[in-house]
């Protein structure tokens, strides 16, 4: 018993003794590898770190600690982005953030202190979840510049490539040319794209080139291939659209080092165009030696005094044969009285300088005959390589012996025929100064009867002009004075006034209608009449323009209607408002009056970005053959239609037509007698967006009680008128009848809320005061009051700082209108 306990013991011992052994040798193993492992890790030369799924460090090698050696804090328990970034977060688009979803790899680049960097981040996964990351920054600054440093080589490489006058490849070495590379100019002369050929995806090369060619170039390339030469060839290929182009190939097969065939690089070129111009110069050089060698005249080519080429009629010329004329200067068969004057020339002409192409000189011929040749020069940029001149002469020695005979019949008869010629002359002489005056009476006379017609015409029409011009005004003065001078001297009840008062308003309306008209005149006569755009809402023009003519549409039998409009989407338009008012007033206006029954029609359409206008009447009409007159300036139509007299100048038709040619439109009428007119206006359509209705001014006007303004006007007239009209309103009216006294009562009544400025006053005019106004005061509001009606004078007149204008004679409603907005707090 005490010996088995004693063996088991032993036994029991040696197990264990054993075991202690086994664990401690696993223990140093492991520990070793750990070991291994460590030095490995930290022997890398790529910053390493191992994260916590939160980005914490867990542990990093020395390129890791080194890369972050001019950061203080210890790299463990700290997180990656406090290290790398200095950042409080993540950063966006981080890979770690990105590789927690998508469980692989991800990357960014991260440039710091000008180096780029590739950061990495790969999960490190155990059961199925991420335990840790690897997080490896590498340093691929130097690869990046190899990168940038390809990508430049290889876009010089396709500049140079694209700029060829063809297209490059590289291909294998089998009957279908297989290509592996083939550079876009294959487009320009095949028709094909790269994409089509390369790898035979749609077609290959060998599909490209003509049949014929095809086993005659496979040939000659296996020859260069098995010699190693360099190939060259002219075949022809068919064009994607079908055509034949002839092109030239030059290639080299590529070998590595054991002499074995890589593949065939080469380039080809189109030379169709280049073998079109070669076979016309070949067969414009058996034209010209067909025609030389036909030709009576001497031909010859010479180059540095030496004859290069002469044809048959110059060896008869000359008497020497083919042979010795290619050895002879061209100056030794000259004579010696022409030989310096040739030889200067012919120099000259091969130095490109312009020389008299045609002359006559002597030769001399083999056998020491002179003949006389007329000779022909010209200049060759190119012979065989060389400036060449090339020469034609004919032999004009028995023209010369005759025209010197000639030339003696001639004098003879010359001075027969000068004596007749004398005799002649004078008759000539006498006769054309007889034709010619009376040419010039007879145009003197057209041009005296045109000149008196156009006189009494313009006599005529100045004549009417005036008339008119007195009538129109007269005839508004007689009711204004007339009226007027009533109601001051007698007294007349409140009905009676309203009347009178009535009539005088309509009457000075009539007046200024004339005026305007007139000067508008003016302005297009002088091309100052300019074009202002602004938006405006035509339905709402042409409703405004009837309501204004309402009381005369009264007057007669007759239904006005307007029959189309634009819709609400389309009617505000880019127009200027004023002209286009005053067109469509003075239409309507001419309607009505020459309209006794039935109706008066308006529409406005939109076609095909034109702007239609129609007004159509059931007047009296107007004669076919008379129509083309209405337009014209001081003619009335009631002056065409004589069983119709009518008031005006003649001047609302003529200023209709000039507007709608000002503002790119056209008119034209259609008329029958005794059925009525038709005027259509079409003009460019230019949409706008929607705009707000415009305020109805008729309303009760609300101005502030209490405000100071200051009215500067020369006119106690204009002064007096304006007092009357805010007499209702408690505002304090200060007044001043310059500019300079304008200023004053603004340094004395610095409380002064709208200033009403006057533009023409004496000693300061109204630009001069709102200028120095500014000064003092810039926020202060001044609306002019202005008699100018045009365009120039309102931009002048924003341009000084006026925040508005009043036109005179001035609108008790528009006053008030302006008064309301810039007296008002927060509404202008």
Same mark, same amino acid.
């Given at each position: 018993m005490t010996l088995i306990f004693s063996v088991f013991s032993f036994l029991f011992g040696l197990i264990i003794g054993f075991s202690?052994?086994?664990?401690?040798?696993?223990?140093?193993?492991?520990?070793?590898?750990?070991?291994?492992?460590?030095?490995?890790?930290? *022997?890398?030369?790529?910053?390493? *770190?191992?994260?916590?799924?939160?980005?914490?460090?867990?542990?990093?090698?020395?390129?890791?600690?080194?890369?972050?050696?001019?950061?203080?804090?210890?790299?463990?328990?700290?997180?990656?982005?406090?290290?790398?970034?200095?950042?409080?977060?993540?950063?966006?688009?981080?890979?770690?953030?990105?590789?927690?979803?998508?469980?692989?790899? !991800?990357?960014?680049?991260?440039?710091?202190?000008?180096?780029?960097?590739?950061?990495?981040?790969?999960?490190?996964? =155990?059961?199925?979840k991420i335990s840790s990351f690897v997080h490896i920054i590498k340093d691929i600054t130097h690869l990046k510049k190899l990168q940038n440093e390809m990508e430049e080589e290889k876009r010089k490489f396709e500049t140079l490539v694209n700029n060829l006058p063809g297209f490059v490849y590289r291909c294998a070495n089998d009957k279908d040319w297989t290509m592996e590379y083939i550079s876009e100019g294959v487009f320009a002369i095949t028709g094909y794209s790269p994409d089509e050929i390369i790898q035979n995806k749609i077609l290959s090369f060998n599909d490209i080139i003509a049949e014929e060619y095809r086993e005659i170039l496979w040939e000659k390339w296996q020859k260069v291939l098995n010699n190693k030469e360099t190939f060259e060839h002219e075949y022809q290929i068919i064009t994607k659209s079908g055509e034949r182009r002839d092109v030239w190939e030059r290639g080299q097969g590529i070998f590595d080092a054991h002499g074995h065939l890589l593949f065939l690089e080469g380039f080809i070129t189109d030379i169709t165009e280049k073998n079109k111009i070669f076979s016309a110069l070949l067969e414009s050089e058996e034209k010209f030696k067909a025609l030389s060698d036909s030709t009576t005249a001497s031909i010859f080519i010479y180059q540095d005094d030496n004859f290069v080429y002469v044809n048959p009629a110059t060896e008869q010329l000359t008497g020497y044969d083919y042979d010795e004329l290619l050895h002879?200067?061209?100056?030794?068969?000259?004579?010696?009285?022409?030989?310096?004057?040739?030889?200067?020339?012919?120099?000259?002409?091969?130095?490109?300088?312009?020389?008299?192409?045609?002359?006559?000189?002597?030769?001399?011929?083999?056998?020491?005959?002179?003949?006389?040749?007329?000779?022909?020069?010209?200049?060759?940029?190119?012979?065989?390589?060389?400036?060449?001149?090339?020469?034609?002469?004919?032999?004009?020695t028995d023209l010369i012996d005759i025209q010197s005979k000639l030339q003696e019949s001639i004098a003879q008869l010359e001075e027969g025929e000068r004596l007749l010629k004398q005799q002649n002359e004078e008759y000539l002489s006498l006769n054309e100064e007889l034709t010619q005056n009376n040419q010039?009476?007879?145009?003197?006379?057209?041009?005296?009867?045109?000149?008196?017609?156009?006189?009494? *015409?313009?006599?005529?029409?100045?004549?009417?002009?005036?008339?008119?011009?007195?009538? !129109?005004?007269?005839?508004?003065?007689?009711?204004?004075?007339?009226?007027?001078?009533?109601?001051?001297?007698?007294?007349?009840?409140?009905?009676?006034?309203?009347?009178?008062?009535?009539?005088?308003?309509?009457?000075?309306?009539?007046?200024?209608?004339?005026?305007?008209?007139?000067?508008?005149?003016?302005?297009?006569?002088?091309? !100052?009449?300019?074009?202002?755009?602004?938006?405006?809402?035509?339905?709402?023009?042409? !409703?405004?323009?009837?309501n204004s003519l309402a009381p005369l549409i009264a007057k007669k039998d007759v239904e006005f209607q307007f029959t189309e409009k634009l819709p609400h989407n389309k009617m505000w338009i880019l127009a200027d408002e004023t002209k286009l008012q005053q067109i469509i007033l003075n239409l309507i206006t001419n309607a009505i009056k020459f309209t006794e029954e039935g109706f008066i029609r308006i529409s406005i359409n939109e076609n095909n970005q034109q702007l239609i206008l129609k007004i159509k009447d059931t007047g009296?009409?107007?004669?076919?053959?008379?129509?083309?007159?209405?337009?014209?300036?001081?003619?009335?139509?009631?002056?065409?239609i004589k069983k119709h007299p009518s008031s005006g100048m003649g001047l609302g038709?003529?200023?209709? =037509?000039?507007?709608?040619?000002?503002?790119?439109?056209?008119?034209?009428?259609?008329?029958?007698?005794?059925?009525g007119t038709e005027f259509t206006i079409t003009l460019p359509y230019l949409p706008i967006e929607e705009k707000e209705e415009t305020k109805d001014l008729s309303r009760h006007f609300i101005i502030p009680e209490n405000k100071k303004i200051l009215l500067a006007e020369d006119t106690q007239n204009n002064i007096d008128l304006i007092v009357e009209l805010l007499l209702p309103y408690k505002i304090e009216i200060i007044i001043a009848k310059t500019g300079l006294e304008a200023l004053e009562q603004l340094n004395h009544h610095p409380d002064i809320s709208l200033i009403l400025m006057d533009i023409k006053m004496p000693e300061m005019d109204g630009y001069t005061a709102c200028e120095e106004i500014k000064k003092i005061n810039p926020s202060i509001p001044i609306i002019a009051?202005?008699?100018?009606?045009?365009?120039?004078?309102?931009?002048?007149?924003?341009?000084?700082?006026?925040?508005?204008?009043?036109?005179?004679?001035?609108?008790?409603?528009?006053?008030?209108s302006t008064l309301e907005d810039f007296l008002t707090p927060n509404k202008n």
């Open positions: 202690f052994l086994y664990l401690y040798k696993k223990k140093r193993c492991i520990q070793k590898q750990a070991q291994n492992w460590l030095e490995t890790f930290n *022997a890398i030369s790529d910053p390493i *770190a191992i994260l916590s799924t939160e980005g914490k460090v867990l542990q990093s090698n020395k390129a890791m600690d080194f890369f972050n050696l001019n950061n203080s804090k210890k790299i463990t328990d700290h997180y990656c982005y406090e290290l790398i970034h200095k950042t409080k977060e993540h950063i966006e688009g981080c890979p770690l953030v990105r590789a927690k979803k998508s469980f692989h790899r !991800e990357e960014m680049e991260l440039t710091i202190n000008n180096n780029i960097f590739l950061v990495s981040v790969d999960p490190i996964i =155990k059961n199925n002879t200067k061209f100056w030794d068969i000259v004579h010696p009285d022409y030989k310096e004057l040739v030889k200067e020339r012919g120099k000259m002409r091969l130095m490109g300088i312009p020389q008299p192409p045609n002359y006559d000189f002597k030769i001399i011929r083999k056998d020491g005959c002179e003949r006389w040749i007329k000779f022909s020069a010209g200049y060759l940029k190119n012979y065989k390589g060389k400036t060449a001149a090339i020469g034609t002469a004919i032999d004009i010039r009476i007879h145009k003197l006379n057209e041009e005296l009867i045109k000149a008196k017609e156009k006189a009494e *015409a313009s006599d005529r029409l100045k004549t009417s002009f005036l008339n008119n011009i007195s009538h !129109e005004i007269r005839t508004p003065l007689n009711a204004i004075m007339g009226f007027s001078d009533l109601l001051s001297k007698r007294k007349v009840n409140e009905e009676k006034a309203e009347q009178y008062l009535h009539i005088i308003k309509a009457s000075g309306n009539h007046l200024l209608g004339v005026i305007t008209n007139i000067i508008n005149v003016a302005t297009i006569e002088a091309g !100052e009449e300019k074009i202002f755009y602004n938006k405006t809402n035509i339905n709402q023009l042409i !409703e405004n323009s009837i009296i009409g107007i004669e076919e053959q008379l129509q083309p007159y209405v337009f014209e300036r001081f003619v009335q139509v009631s002056d065409i038709l003529s200023l209709v =037509k000039s507007y709608v040619n000002l503002m790119g439109g056209n008119i034209s009428l259609q008329s029958k007698v005794g059925q009051l202005t008699a100018y009606n045009n365009e120039d004078e309102f931009e002048k007149m924003k341009t000084c700082g006026m925040k508005g204008y009043l036109t005179k004679p001035i609108n008790e409603i528009n006053l008030l």
